[in-house]
T-cell receptor, first 113, second 115 residues
Framework: KNQVEQSPQSLIILEGKNCTLQCNYTVSPFSNLRWYKQDTGRGPVSLTIMTFSENTKSNGRYTATLDADTKQSSLHITASQLSDSASYICVVSAETGANNLFFGTGTRLTVIP | DAGVIQSPRHEVTEMGQEVTLRCKPISGHNSLFWYRQTMMRGLELLIYFNNNVPIDDSGMPEDRFSAKMPNASFSTLKIQPSEPRDSAVYFC?????????????FGPGTRLTVL
């Protein structure tokens, strides 16, 4: 069964600290993996998109990793800021096309001063 | 560009009423997606269009839901009749092309409450 699981469900960290969010998937055949950031009351915004051959991709203070062998991805946030408080959603595509999208339920990150 | 535009932003209606949600994709984008998001189920893809043609509606929950895209700059998602379990945030997203590693740009969403 194609599934995407994220951990932890929620996380609270102090401003300036680093954190890592996890995404494990069983989707096959794999096409790509996306990380989205969703602020409260807003639509998701794409952070990174990774294909099978990519194992690291950065977007500012956000760095995503992908291990296609173990079917795991992580999103590392460096030097967290209050504005990083949001939900982070992992989405895995099977094959190509949007008709095979599998969504994680997200990690709710809260950064406190 | 103003991004993906959705209207209304909030909708409160009574069970049994017809609800129409509207979306204007980013100009020049060829693909449009409708999603539903709830606390229990997270984000779910309902349907997507490529060049105004519905490609996959397997995510549409039941016949009460229908979506149209009469032209490249407008799409609607209709629920008739609405039920309380339809309460959710509905997002529209667009992308230049379908699938692959193309980025989808989401609108602000419509929060629907069915009483």
């Amino acid at each position: 069964k194609n599934q995407v699981e994220q951990s932890p469900q929620s996380l609270i960290i102090l401003e300036g600290k680093n954190c890592t969010l996890q995404c494990n998937y069983t989707v096959s055949p794999f096409s790509n993996l996306r990380w989205y950031k969703q602020d409260t009351g807003r639509g998701p915004v794409s952070l990174t998109i990774m294909t099978f051959s990519e194992n690291t991709k950065s977007n500012g203070r956000y760095t995503a990793t992908l291990d296609a062998d173990t079917k795991q991805s992580s999103l590392h946030i460096t030097a967290s800021q209050l504005s990083d408080s949001a939900s982070y959603i992992c989405v895995v595509s099977a094959e190509t096309g949007a008709n095979n999208l599998f969504f994680g339920t997200g990690t709710r990150l809260t950064v406190i001063p | 560009d103003a991004g993906v535009i959705q209207s209304p932003r909030h909708e409160v209606t009574e069970m049994g009423q017809e609800v129409t949600l509207r979306c204007k994709p980013i100009s020049g984008h060829n693909s449009l997606f409708w999603y539903r998001q709830t606390m229990m189920r997270g984000l779910e893809l309902l349907i997507y269009f490529n060049n105004n043609v519905p490609i996959d509606d397997s995510g549409m929950p039941e016949d009460r839901f229908s979506a149209k895209m009469p032209n490249a700059s407008f799409s609607t998602l209709k629920i008739q009749p609405s039920e309380p379990r339809d309460s959710a945030v509905y997002f529209c997203a667009s992308s230049l092309v379908t699938g692959g590693a193309d980025t989808q740009y989401f609108g602000p969403g419509t929060r629907l409450t069915v009483l």
